[in-house]
């Protein structure tokens, strides 16, 4: 099977520091990975889409500079939560597709951050 | 737009019961959607797509043109069967990504 992991699992950081949240497609390689934030009992909100060796792509209303995407890898994604609030504690899950068509997205187990 | 819709947040159904979680689209022609579930305290996983028409945990969804639905359905429902599900759209434009509805949390009861 495909298994995305993410690191870490949960976080608690202090507020104005930044937090890194790696994603790693462990048995496969993943040219495009997707960036959720997840609100208790809520839906998955998609924040971007990361692409390997290019900018990703924000949905709109996310802050590109508030939530730094980096996917240098095929294997790895990397979201950074920079300057930290309360307000950004929340469940970020990712996800990753094995080639560009239209099939399975695989998620990661998400990272809970809780800002105090 | 194009997009999904769940218009149930919840539905609670006694064990055994029969029960069908709806699903409308919005998108042109026959799309590939996908059905996906998160129990508790566990990842997002595929529960089934309609392409492959299977039924996977007893479950199963039917695309109707007619009615631009996929409607996931399972004629006797258990306890395990409580989760939070998502129907997801096929591909958008500017790129290839699964954006998500508002989710059904469905809750059997014993």
């Known amino acids: 099977g495909a298994v995305v992991s993410q690191h870490p699992s949960w976080v608690i950081c202090k507020s104005g520091t930044s937090v890194k949240i790696e994603c790693r497609s462990l048995?496969?390689?993943?040219?495009?990975m997707f960036w959720y934030r997840q609100f208790p009992k809520q839906s998955l909100m998609l924040m971007a889409t990361?692409?390997?060796?290019?900018?990703?792509?924000?949905e709109q209303g996310v802050e590109k500079d508030k939530f730094l995407i980096n996917h240098a890898s095929l294997t790895l994604s990397t979201l950074t939560v920079t300057s930290a609030h309360p307000e950004d504690s929340s469940f970020y899950i990712c996800?990753?597709?094995?080639?560009?068509?239209?099939?399975?997205?695989?998620f990661g187990q998400g990272t809970r951050l809780t800002v105090v | 737009a194009q997009r999904v819709t769940q218009p149930e947040k919840l539905l609670s159904v006694f064990k055994g019961a029969p029960v069908e979680l709806k699903c409308n689209y919005s998108y042109s022609g026959s799309p590939e959607l996908f059905w996906y579930v998160q129990y508790s305290r566990q990842r997002l996983q595929l529960l089934l797509r309609h392409i492959s028409r299977e039924s996977i945990k007893g479950f199963t969804a039917d695309l109707n043109k007619g009615e631009t639905s996929f409607h996931l359905k399972k004629p006797f429902a258990q306890e395990e069967d409580s989760a939070m599900y998502y129907c997801a759209p096929p591909n958008n434009t500017g790129g290839f990504k699964t954006i998500f509805g508002a989710g059904t949390r469905l809750f059997v009861k014993a």
């Open positions: 990361s692409n390997e060796g290019s900018k990703a792509t924000y």
């Open positions: 996800s990753a597709r094995r080639d560009s068509s239209n099939t399975e997205a695989f």
């Open positions: 048995d496969f390689q993943a040219t495009t």
